[in-house]
């Protein structure tokens, strides 16, 4: 069983930056792949950004060049760096794992996003 907690959203004016971080229990390292998505209510939940195992970086197009996803293994910790936000970026965001291949992903329980002034 695989915990995440995130954290570090809020409220932030556009043009702002933000970082998210997610806590996860047990060796990130091994994980298969991790990644952010986020969600709108009425929405299917979107794909961010994912990190495989092997540090390869996957972002969707509307976040390229402004969104940076990284994770510290020694920390189990996954980032989320998010800078130029627009008022489209909020969201409810939330950490995901797969441990491995085909298995199903664990998720976190969200955190707020909200880009306004």
């Known amino acids: 069983q695989v915990q995440l907690v995130e954290s570090g959203g809020g409220l932030v004016q556009p043009g702002g930056s933000l970082s998210l971080s997610c806590a996860g229990s047990g060796s990130i390292s091994t994980f298969y792949r991790m990644g952010w998505y986020r969600q709108v209510p009425g929405k299917e939940r979107d794909m961010v950004a994912f990190?495989?195992?092997?540090?390869?970086?996957y972002y969707a197009d509307s976040v390229k060049g402004r969104f940076t996803i990284s994770r510290d293994n020694a920390k189990n910790t996954l980032y989320l760096q998010m800078s130029s936000l627009k008022p489209d970026d909020t969201a409810v965001y939330y950490c995901?794992?797969?441990?491995?291949?085909?298995?199903?992903?664990?998720w976190g329980q969200g955190t707020q996003v909200t880009v306004s002034s």
């Open positions: 995901s794992a797969k441990t491995s291949i085909g298995t199903a992903p664990y």
């Open positions: 990190i495989t195992s092997g540090g390869s970086t």
